[in-house]
T-cell receptor
């Protein structure tokens, strides 16, 4: 599996945008970029995914670099409820066993009031 | 909403006991997974199942077995619990890849302590 690199931790202030980076320099052409987050004392939850184009949903936006070697998860207005560990994961859905998620260490986001 | 439930939030067992962790999902998902999560090691896949009675080993299957007799239920079994199996156990489910399995849905977790 191609690897991802994320900062261990980031801080943000409430109501401000947050940009969470992820590097994946060995990404292959068929790897999708997925983001999950894990709130304290809960299981992980899906946030967003994309392949080449930027994506938006009700939770966040995903900006993917043109060469796909990096991506950024954008929370447009951070709230205290967004404090969590955010995981960037690559998945090749064309490969057998692609249903598996390989979690790295993620980025722990702290949101200050 | 997809719901994945786990039989217990907290469990305390003694070394050598046989332990069953149960997971049920209500969305007719083909795939089910068991992970464990430990500080500094993140989430690691123990076993997964892509159909009833089908199972595949994940990254750390030693000391564990699984059972999937019905589509909605996936059990993790610790045949003889040991202290190094003290951990948070997370169950997840997803649609099969052919049905666009972009999301895995996780349960709330079971914190198992083996004394």
């Amino acid at each position: 599996d191609a690897k991802t690199t994320q900062p261990n931790s980031m801080e943000s202030n409430e109501e401000e945008p947050v940009h969470l980076p992820c590097n994946h320099s060995t990404i292959s052409g068929t790897d999708y970029i997925h983001w999950y987050r894990q709130l304290p004392s809960q299981g992980p939850e899906y946030v967003i995914h994309g392949l080449t184009s930027n994506v938006n949903n009700r939770m966040a936006s995903l900006a993917i670099a043109e060469d796909r070697k990096s991506s950024t998860l954008i929370l447009h207005r951070a709230t205290l409820r967004d404090a969590a560990v955010y995981y960037c994961i690559l998945r090749d859905l064309t490969q057998g066993g692609s249903e598996k998620l390989v979690f790295g260490k993620g980025t722990k986001l702290t949101v200050n009031p | 909403d997809v719901k994945v439930t786990q039989s217990s939030r907290y469990l305390v067992k003694r070394t050598g006991e046989k332990v069953f962790l149960e997971c049920v999902q209500d969305m007719d998902h083909e795939n089910m997974f068991w992970y464990r999560q430990d500080p500094g090691l993140g989430l690691r896949l123990i076993y997964f199942s892509y159909d009833v009675k089908m199972k595949e080993k994940g990254d750390i299957p030693e000391g564990y077995s699984v059972s999937r007799e019905k589509k909605e239920r996936f059990s993790l079994i610790l045949e003889s619990a040991s202290t190094n199996q003290t951990s948070m156990y997370l169950c997840a489910s997803s649609l099969a890849a052919a049905r666009s399995s972009y999301e895995q849905y996780f349960g709330p977790g079971t914190r198992l302590t083996v004394t």
